[in-house]
């Protein structure tokens, strides 16, 4: 293991830099203030042994595991007082920003804001803070767009929990996502002012808003319409709860969140165009360019959620290391810069549950897919067995790798998620690229348009359908009502020493995972 971690240098700064996250995080805000210092003192020091000395490696490391630690409780201080800001007690008028489409819920609309002015005694204040708001339902509020300016009376306030904060601390969420506040607008209490200067994510967030309802809407219907609009443009506002809660409960919710499967797809599509028309050893450099560029666009087209982002960050990484020399990085330095690069950008993504699970996912698919691929044979098989095995590899490993966060956030469990993967992933490997060439012959003005969104129209709700009788079947989910972070930790040492004794024959491998099994026991006996 010590053999393992000097491979990976990335991999410890990475842990220090997370670790300095999370010491902020429950330490907050009693280190805010005093982190800077450290970190400029460790910053100090560190360069005096780069200077004097490389003997010196073992203090060399220790203070560079220190710095970035220090450096992870800045960012994360800096970030957390940004989503912090004293409001009036009393109704003011405040001119905002909405940076994201507005969502319709049960009794309201809501859409997060950044409030640039409030109006406090006669005169325009600067805020710059962020903040959901919530407006009473009307049309209007439907069809407000990122860039859209609002003037709006109310009162701001400080996120607070509502009810039974046991089961969500709505405080805390609405922190995490870097609001400063909340309020809630009454239908004539705000209007809209004009358009502010848009910035190329607002731009692209307006097309796909365009393109849902102009292109996907009068093409589709019903549930395959919201289905597509996921997969294609990351747009979930047309998805029922009732559908969200058949694929999650059939163990394939997450296809219908953008992740690094679909990345991956567009990817492959992309390369092999690419390769067809540029041909030449010469034009590599503009392949790859391209490639780059059409990435980073769908991630800016589907809103850059952060597993969108990881695979996109990813994909460049690897193309720049390419670029540079033809030999292969090491999957597990990518990952690991990709996630240090993230979190040096957005510091509270650590504490997003997409990013959690994509990330995590990812990490349990590097480190124990080759090995269940190896132990069931299959590049010795035929090419159709062996893309099966492939995919049920690929499931069980990212299922192992996510399970705890998945019991720890959600309180369930899916239990058929080997069948239904083993069936939806082959079909959005074919789904995916026929909606492509479907864009490609509408924009294009192509009259093949319509019989094949015939056809895909037919797969979606095929697929749907299939989907309610597995997920009706019973004991299709595992209920837990309580599986805290202590548990979650227990879970992935089980894991981990079973990995090791499984795979490398580690020969303390069986008395640890005994071990870390029975803490996990206890861990979840102590909470119920």
């Known amino acids: 293991m010590e053999d393992s971690i000097q491979r990976y240098p990335l991999l410890r700064l990475l842990f220090c830099?997370?670790?300095?996250?999370?010491?902020?995080?429950?330490?907050?805000?009693?280190?805010?203030?005093?982190?800077?210092?450290?970190?400029?003192?460790?910053?100090?020091?560190?360069?005096?042994?780069?200077?004097?000395?490389?003997?010196?490696?073992?203090?060399f490391g220790i203070v560079a595991s220190i710095l970035f630690?220090?450096?992870?409780?800045?960012?994360?201080?800096?970030?957390?007082?940004?989503?912090?800001?004293?409001?009036?007690?009393?109704?003011?008028?405040?001119?905002?920003?909405?940076?994201?489409e507005p969502r319709a819920q049960r009794r309201s609309v809501g859409c997060k804001v950044e409030i640039t002015a409030m109006h406090d005694s006669s005169v325009w204040r600067s805020v710059e803070r962020q903040a959901l708001?919530?407006?009473?339902?009307c049309s209007e509020a439907n069809t407000l767009l990122p860039g859209d300016m609002l003037c709006f009376e109310g009162k701001v306030r400080t996120?607070?929990?509502?009810?039974?904060?046991?089961?969500?601390?709505?405080?805390?969420?609405?922190?995490?996502?870097?609001?400063?506040?909340?309020?809630y607008i009454p239908k004539k209490q705000w209007?809209?002012?004009?358009?502010?200067?848009?910035?190329?994510?607002?731009?692209?967030l307006r097309w796909r808003s365009r393109l849902l309802h102009t292109h996907l809407t009068p093409a589709f219907e019903g549930d395959a319409l919201g289905?597509?609009?996921?997969?294609?443009?990351?747009?979930?506002?047309?998805?029922?709860?009732?559908?969200?809660?058949?694929?999650?409960?059939?163990?394939?919710?997450h296809v219908l969140s953008l992740s690094g499967m679909h990345v991956g797809i567009i990817y492959g599509m992309l390369a092999l165009t690419l390769r067809v028309l540029f041909r030449r050893r010469s034009l590599r450099w503009l392949r790859e360019l391209l490639t780059a560029g059409v990435l980073w666009s769908f991630a800016l087209l589907v809103g850059m959620p952060a597993s969108v982002v990881r695979a996109v960050t990813m994909c460049t990484l690897y193309i720049g290391a390419r670029w540079i020399s033809d030999d292969n990085s090491s999957s597990l330095h990518v990952l690991s810069?990709?996630?240090?690069?993230?979190?040096?950008?957005?510091?509270?993504?650590?504490?997003?549950?997409?990013?959690?699970?994509?990330?995590?996912?990812?990490?349990?698919?590097l480190w124990i897919e080759p090995h269940l691929e190896t132990l069931f044979r299959r590049h010795s098989l035929h090419p159709i067995p062996s893309y099966l095995i492939g995919v049920l590899c690929m499931s069980l490993a990212a299922q192992l790798g996510t399970f705890p966060l998945v019991l720890h956030h959600f309180g369930a469990f899916p239990t058929y998620f080997l069948i239904t993967n083993l069936i939806v992933v082959p079909l959005l490997?074919?789904?995916?690229?026929?909606?492509?060439?479907?864009?490609?012959?509408?924009?294009?003005?192509?009259?093949w348009a319509h019989p094949l969104g015939t056809l895909i129209q037919n797969l979606v709700e095929w697929t749907n359908d299939l989907l309610q009788h597995i997920s009706a079947w019973p004991g299709a989910v595992l209920q837990v009502e309580e599986y805290g972070v202590c548990a979650v930790l227990f879970s992935y040492l089980t894991v981990l020493f079973a990995g090791l004794l499984a795979f490398k024959k580690w020969k303390r491998g069986a008395l640890l995972t005994l071990a870390s099994l029975l803490a996990l026991l206890l861990s979840l006996l102590f909470e119920l």
């Open 17 to 59: 830099y997370t670790c300095g996250i999370g010491i902020a995080d429950v330490c907050y805000p009693y280190v805010h203030g005093y982190t800077w210092w450290c970190t400029w003192s460790a910053l100090l020091i560190l360069l005096i042994l780069l200077i004097t000395t490389w003997r010196r490696r073992i203090w």
């Open 69 to 100: 630690a220090l450096l992870g409780m800045c960012s994360y201080s800096q970030a957390r007082s940004y989503a912090e800001y004293h409001w009036s007690a009393d109704k003011e008028f405040y001119e905002a920003r909405v940076i994201s």
């Open 133 to 137: 708001i919530y407006l009473e339902p």
């Open 159 to 183: 996120p607070q929990n509502f009810g039974d904060s046991l089961t969500f601390d709505y405080a805390r969420y609405v922190t995490m996502q870097g609001a400063a506040g909340t309020a």
């Open 191 to 204: 209007n809209k002012v004009g358009v502010a200067k848009l910035t190329l994510r607002e731009r692209m």
């Open 227 to 253: 289905v597509l609009a996921a997969l294609t443009l990351g747009d979930k506002r047309v998805l029922t709860p009732e559908l969200r809660a058949t694929y999650s409960d059939a163990g394939v919710g």
């Open 337 to 365: 810069l990709t996630a240090l690069l993230m979190l040096l950008v957005r510091p509270l993504y650590l504490f997003d549950i997409g990013f959690q699970l994509s990330f995590v996912a990812m990490a349990a698919i």
């Open 429 to 447: 490997s074919a789904i995916l690229p026929l909606m492509i060439l479907w864009w490609t012959l509408l924009l294009t003005g192509i009259a």
